[in-house]
């Protein structure tokens, strides 16, 4: 009999019930474990990104992203934990939405602004779920329609999100939108990394490094102002690997609007194809994640507003700066900023996006700060 070698190397993928919503549907719990036992867990719900289990420099494995126990402590979170976010990732400045000539109201959600997607967001969405595995990996296909008018956008938009576990353990998120109006999309992945662990604490000792040479400084409510602004100087500079806390306390004010960072920076290269644009260590367990995106923008938060009373996995407490997200997209407020990358769509064309995140370990303390 013929071994078929491909599905020896293609990640295991299991399915089992996740939780029940108060309308009596069943959110779905798909795991996706490598050969290397990198494990990645997912549920429709959100399209939440549940664990990411990954081996630290002595081969123990731990998981790496912060999250709930149960589906309705994901139904009850309002710190957009581990999910997708859409319609539109982050900010749109006051809500206001011009289009083929035409005026949109959206939602306004946070702070007199309208904020990942509205409610309910891409965050909120049981979405319909189709599992697979090709020669690429195994993983899930999510499919969601927001209906003309939600959140105030225009268009019947469908969405498919594909998350996919390759052999070595790469996790792929691939975006893919198409609305019968024009319209503006930006998605994104919202999970907040700790790479040491559950009970890591802070990651202002983490080290980062993003290939971006300008970012886009805020205002008071965190829109941005229309500059694109040099790094070189500021404590926006990660051009070189630099800890998170390093200058995190500096007087600059956008730092001190955000209190931390929650800021885009503007990635080098052109995305015609995904490129390396950051990369994320960790001194005490040598775990790393390096990501790759066809997106312009990354936005760095560094879980400013997390809080003790939402307890997290194992009943442990999240505190500020307890976990750190990368969130490929658009910049914010694009469509209100016309020399920012456009997020519109147009009707009857595909929106197509792709970033995928690579788990490594490093063994000795100078490959932190080494050259990437």
């Excluded at 939440?48 to 709930?68: M, Q, W």
């Excluded at 008018?149 to 353990?169: D, K």
């Excluded at 080290?207 to 500021?234: H, K, M, N, Q, W």
Aim: hydrophobic fraction near 35%; include cysteine.
């Amino acid at each position: 009999m013929a071994v078929d070698l491909a599905a020896l190397e293609r990640p295991r993928l299991s399915i089992e019930p996740y939780g029940t919503l108060d309308d009596g549907r069943t959110a779905q719990l798909f795991v996706l474990t490598a050969r290397n036992g990198i494990e990645v867990r997912i549920t429709n719900y959100g399209g939440v990104v549940l664990a990411v289990r990954t081996p630290d420099r002595e081969g123990k494995f731990d998981d790496i992203v912060l999250g709930f126990d149960r589906l309705e402590d994901y139904v009850r979170d309002t710190q957009y934990v581990g999910c997708l976010i859409g319609r539109y990732a982050n900010r749109i400045a006051g809500g206001r939405l011009v289009l083929s000539g035409r005026r949109f109201s959206l939602e306004k959600n946070g702070c007199g602004h309208h904020l990942h997607g509205g409610t309910p967001g891409f965050h909120k969405v049981l979405w319909r779920a189709l599992p697979f595995e090709d020669e690429r990996g195994s993983g899930v296909r999510l499919d969601h329609r927001s209906p003309d008018g939600e959140s105030g956008y225009p268009g019947n938009l469908a969405v498919t999100v594909t998350y996919r576990l390759s052999a070595g353990g790469e996790l792929g998120v691939d975006y893919r939108a198409r609305s019968d109006k024009d319209t503006v999309v930006n998605f994104t992945q919202h999970s907040y990394f700790n790479l040491d662990g559950p009970r890591g604490g802070s990651i202002l000792d983490h080290t980062v490094v993003l290939r971006a040479r300008r970012f886009t400084p805020t205002d008071a409510d965190l829109i941005p102002t229309g500059e694109l602004r040099s790094v070189t100087g500021t404590a926006f500079d990660f051009t070189q690997p630099r800890r998170i806390g390093s200058r995190i306390a500096d007087g600059d004010e956008p730092l001190l609007v955000a209190r931390g960072y929650d800021h885009n920076w503007v990635l080098d290269g052109d995305g015609r194809a995904p490129r390396p644009v950051a990369r994320a260590a960790s001194p005490s367990t040598g775990r790393v994640i390096e990501i790759a995106t066809t997106e312009p923008g990354l936005q760095l938060y560094t879980g400013n507003a997390l809080r003790s009373d939402g307890v997290g996995k194992g009943g442990l407490p999240y505190a500020e700066m307890s976990g750190f997200c990368m969130e490929t997209q658009h910049f914010p407020d694009s469509p209100n900023k016309h020399h920012f990358p456009s997020p519109v769509l147009r009707k009857g064309a595909w929106f197509r996006s792709t970033t995928t995140y690579r788990f490594s370990t490093l063994h000795g303390s100078a490959e932190l700060t080494a050259r990437w």
